[in-house]
């Protein structure tokens, strides 16, 4: 598409063409819904093959309205999928108490898959109850084994299901050759969305670069990136002229606006970028459509 634009070039304003990208927007929400419809399949057949359903054990600690939520729609995703659940709810615990209940859940056969929903009260070691998590059980993926298998390039890792559910969308969207040797950048360096995103891109066989918040002239990184992934957490992080024209750009944030409105970290990217994630429904669904599907990965994993 061809737009004039107004320049002052030689001390006089001209109009001058420039070329306006047609930005495509990747539709998160109606990829996680097939991902859905495909795990819903395949638990029906595990059903079929060992007469229950596969089975997941999701812990919640305190009082988080924002976990309650989370696990709220955890449970109606795995309704939808014909996945068996049970919620633990506990109001406070200590890490005892915690470790040996994922101890007993790591040991009960029809237990396939355990989730204990972040961020934990301050008084547990996040770290230590993922790893107390049988690797085989951990439908996250945080714990050390399955981030070492990822690392290590080991092809039964369970991988943390937002990077895997961008992983999942840039292959339903744009071909994954096509993004071979060319630039990842990733703005997060956390263990759950920009240090497993690395370890995928790079199997990818992409040239990946990790920022956050100490990385000096951030945008000179971003301005290069064929494809953009931001989990900064700050609504107009990433502003149009931030970007490589033509860039594909991952959204990952929520982050609520001046009126509480769900967005991300990028302002209007439409004419510049090549393809965009909306917030919502761009990366969200996707999380929760690939923890359906590690929960059956898991199922599999366990009985074959
Ligand atoms: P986090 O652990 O707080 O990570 C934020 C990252 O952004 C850190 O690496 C931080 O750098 C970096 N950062 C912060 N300010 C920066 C700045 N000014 N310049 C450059 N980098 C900066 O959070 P998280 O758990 O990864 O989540 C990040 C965002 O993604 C949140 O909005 C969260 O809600 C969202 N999220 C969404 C999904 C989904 O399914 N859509 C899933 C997970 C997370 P340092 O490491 O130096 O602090």
């Known amino acids: 598409m ?27 929400k109606a990829i996680a819904e097939n991902v859905k419809l495909e795990v819903k399949q395949h638990a029906q057949r595990f059903a079929a093959q060992y007469g229950r359903k596969p089975h997941i054990a999701m812990i919640v600690i305190g009082r988080n309205p924002a976990s309650e939520i989370y696990v709220r729609n955890k449970n109606k995703d795995c ?30 056969e029809t237990v396939d898959a355990i989730l204990v929903q972040m961020p934990l009260p301050k008084n547990l070691d996040a770290k230590a109850i993922q790893n107390a998590i049988a690797w085989e059980k951990d439908a ?20 943390a299901c937002t990077p895997n559910g961008i992983r999942h969308m840039l292959h339903e969207c ?25 370890a995928m891109l790079l199997d990818m066989d992409m040239t ?37 024209p033509g860039a594909i750009v991952i959204d990952v944030s929520m982050n609520k606006d001046a009126h509480n409105k769900l967005c991300g970290d990028c302002e209007d990217l439409t004419g510049v970028a090549g393809y965009i994630t909306p917030v ?21 994993k366990r009985l074959k």
């Open 208 to 244: 990946v670069t990790i920022c956050h918040s100490k990385t000096e002239n951030i945008k000179t990184y971003t301005k290069t990136a064929d494809l953009l992934i931001t989990a900064v957490g700050q609504p107009g992080f990433i502003k149009p002229e931030d970007i490589k």
């Open 2 to 28: 061809k737009t004039m634009n107004n320049k002052l070039i030689d001390g006089r304003r001209l109009q001058v063409p420039t070329l306006k990208i047609d930005t495509k927007i990747i539709d998160g």
């Open 140 to 159: 996250d993926g945080f714990g050390i084994e399955n981030t070492g298998k990822l690392w290590s390039g080991i092809t039964d890792a369970t991988c």
């Open 79 to 108: 309704e939808d999928c014909d996945i068996d659940q049970t919620t633990y709810k506990l109001p406070d615990t200590t890490q005892e108490r915690l470790e040996s209940l994922i101890h007993e859940l790591n040991a009960t």
């Open 174 to 198: 744009v071909s994954l050759e096509s993004l071979k040797g060319k630039h990842a950048v990733i703005v997060n360096r956390s263990n759950i969305v920009g240090k497993p995103m690395a």
């Open 280 to 300: 919502p429904g761009g990366v969200g669904p996707m999380t929760r459509a690939m923890l359906m599907q590690n929960i059956i990965s898991c199922a599999y």
